[in-house]
Nanobody
Framework: QVQVIESGGGLVQAGGSLRLSCAAS????????MGWFRQAPGKEREFLAT????????SYADFVKGRFTISRDNSVNTVHLQMNSLKPEDAAVYYC????????????????WGRGTQVTVSS
């Protein structure tokens, strides 16, 4: 089993930045990629970014390119999502997940999920 725990959510003004973190523990040798998703009320959970477990490759949803950056801290099995120029429509619960696939963008390809962290953006 793999445990995934997100942190770093909160309230930010429009135009501001937040850095989310995701710590993975347990059978991390089975992980090939980590990803970030978000889900706003009444909407589907949507893919944001993914990073290969060794940190050497990334993939982003088009609508976050240039604003969000995913990175990996190899020393502590932690993945970060740096979010800049936040907009009110970025408000959602942000989820981190672990996958045995390589750079998956579909939520069904992720096996282990965190409980999410709330991001609120005030206008």
């Amino acid at each position: 089993q793999v445990q995934v725990i997100e942190s770093g959510g909160g309230l930010v003004q429009a135009g501001g930045s937040l850095r989310l973190s995701c710590a993975a523990s347990g059978r991390t040798l089975s992980i090939n990629a980590m990803g970030w998703f978000r889900q706003a009320p009444g909407k589907e959970r949507e893919f944001l970014a993914t990073i290969r477990w060794d940190g050497r490759a990334t993939s982003y949803a088009d609508f976050v390119k240039g604003r969000f950056t995913i990175s990996r801290d190899n020393s502590v099995n932690t993945v970060h999502l740096q979010m800049n120029s936040l907009k009110p429509e970025d408000a959602a619960v942000y989820y981190c997940a672990a996958s045995t696939h390589f750079l998956p963008t579909r939520k069904n390809d992720y096996k282990y999920w965190g409980r999410g962290t709330q991001v609120t953006v005030s206008s």
